[in-house]
């Protein structure tokens, strides 16, 4: 059966502001709507916060200081997750990780950048995550390696080859704080769109 509601995946490197711009998305979902053709509700499913909560944990890399997540696990739990509620969709899916995700649970992907190398060095090693409020404090290796991937744009690139289709992919900057709203904003302008535009092929209007 099809969505109601379209399936986002928010990515990016770690402290490019995924869970922030996922709060404020949902937030912006929850306001009183002007008719009933905008009330998309989303929901925020933080993949962090689930391997977590459920313990989904393979291994620690010590050199790296993360833990390593038993992927199996998580996308026979994620898959779950999902399909609840008959599958209506209006899932924000929030990690820094797309491309183990079956190409079917989304109907777009966001990768939000910060091309801005010294904004986002201050980020990873000053900044409070946004899920947890912990300082991020991220040094040797594992901030070499997260800067180095945000300049290179690696998870843009393992997006676009995981969803290649036209359109699929979007990348949004993020490396001002007004650029938060202005892409919650843009995302939940997306999410009305799509569902307008899938209210009509389901009812045969476009034929
Ligand atoms: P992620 O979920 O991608 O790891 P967070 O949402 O936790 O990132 O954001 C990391 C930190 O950076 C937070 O303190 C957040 O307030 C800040 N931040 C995120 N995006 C922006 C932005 N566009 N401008 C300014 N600060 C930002």
């Excluded at 190409?103 to 947890?132: G, H, I, M, P």
Aim: with cysteine; hydrophobic share 35%; proline share 4%.
């Amino acid at each position: 059966m099809p969505r109601r509601y379209p399936n986002i995946i928010l990515t990016g490197t770690p402290g490019v502001g995924k869970t922030t711009t996922a709060q404020q998305l949902v937030e912006l979902s929850k306001a009183p709507e002007t008719s009933p053709a905008s009330h998309v509700p989303l929901k925020h499913l933080s993949i962090n916060k689930i391997a977590k909560e459920q313990n989904f944990y393979d291994s620690y890399d010590e050199e790296l200081e993360t833990n390593v997540v038993d992927e199996d696990k998580l996308l026979d739990h994620v898959e779950e997750l999902i399909a609840d509620g008959d599958g209506e969709g209006g899932w924000v899916i929030d990690w820094h990780v797309c491309d183990i995700f079956p190409e079917r649970w989304a109907d777009l992907v966001v990768v939000l950048r910060c091309e801005d190398t010294q904004v986002f060095y201050e980020r990873l090693t000053s900044d409070n995550k946004a899920e947890t409020g912990e300082k991020r404090g991220y040094e040797g290796k594992k901030l070499q390696e997260n800067i180095d991937a945000e300049i290179f744009g690696v998870i843009l690139d393992e997006a676009k080859e995981a969803w290649p289709n036209e359109g699929q992919v979007v990348e949004l900057p993020s490396v001002q704080a007004e650029q938060i709203e202005e892409n919650a904003e843009w995302i939940w302008a997306w999410c009305q769109q799509w569902v307008q535009d899938n209210a009509g092929r389901s009812n045969g209007v476009n034929g």
